[in-house]
């Protein structure tokens, strides 16, 4: 029997959120046995580029990230959000270590093809994520945070979705692990409404997913959120729950299934 590893992602909204972070970090830190975390960092990317002069352009909720933002987005994911979460990390007792996707080669990808005229610029899409050297380092007692940043193996880091960072990390540590998989955000899961908070949809499966992406209650930056959810079920991930970044503990919120 495998042993269980749960990953969490959490994401910029909630990084930027001292008392939503606060308790994602604490009740991260108190999840028994083999862990994982992977950060966003969107929002505050747009603030130290808002600093430096440099504009954010948005397509489709994709960051396009020319040679000027990739500096950005690699020292604030690399370096601040990431680092800032390791320290708190090690402050709540847990062995914490930050990782981009080029460290260790644990991540690589290629630079995402010009499509429907749109160059998104510097931005990885995965090849393969090295579960065999993650679970090395799990097995030693080290949990690593994730940053969402790749390398093509040619020198170059690319900035990388980190929801595409966590279901790909999954879905290469399933053969070694009993995987749970949670999108921690800003609400309670999937809403059918996005103007009422409570109106979680507890279970989607593919068959629901199209229709719902059909009639219109799932659009937007949450397309993409469940897609990567369906490939790590589809992959051999055990579990894939989307919830309120203050319920980590995989009890309430939005489960995605076959």
């Known amino acids: 029997m495998k042993e269980k590893l749960t990953i969490v992602k ?14 994602l970090l604490k009740d991260f830190s108190a999840i028994e046995g083999r862990k994982l975390l992977v950060h966003g960092g969107g929002r505050k990317a747009t603030k130290v580029a808002e600093a430096l002069g440099i504009e954010s352009k ?3 909720g994709r960051r396009i990230t020319d040679a000027d933002m990739l500096n950005v987005v690699t020292m604030v994911y690399g370096g601040l959000v ?6 708190r990390l090690q402050a709540n007792g847990v062995n914490a270590l ?4 080029a460290d260790m080669d644990v991540i690589r990808s290629h630079k995402r093809p010009i499509k429907d005229g749109v160059d998104f610029g510097y931005v990885g899409d995965v090849d393969k994520a090295n579960g065999q050297m993650l679970s090395k380092l ?3 007692g080290i949990i690593p945070v ?8 040619q020198g170059n880091i690319l900035n990388t979705n980190a929801d595409t960072i966590a279901s790909e990390t999954a879905k290469a540590l399933a053969p ?6 949670i999108f921690s955000f800003e609400k309670k899961g999937v809403l059918r409404n996005p103007d009422d908070d409570d109106s979680v949809i507890p279970i989607i499966s593919r068959a629901d997913f199209i229709k719902y992406k059909t009639d219109g209650t799932i659009s937007g930056g949450m397309l993409p959120k469940i897609e990567n959810a369906l490939g790590a079920i589809d992959s051999g991930v055990s579990r894939v729950i989307i919830t309120l970044a203050t319920a980590i503990d995989g009890q309430s919120g939005t489960i995605i299934q076959q």
């Open 10 to 23: 959490v994401g910029g909204a909630v990084v930027e959120d001292e008392a939503q972070l606060a308790q």
């Open 58 to 60: 948005m397509v489709g």
């Open 82 to 87: 990431n680092k800032n979460l390791v320290a």
């Open 98 to 101: 930050g990782l981009t996707g």
């Open 138 to 140: 799990i097995e030693e």
């Open 146 to 153: 994730m940053a969402p940043l790749t390398h093509d193996g």
């Open 176 to 181: 070694f692990y009993d995987v749970t998989l």
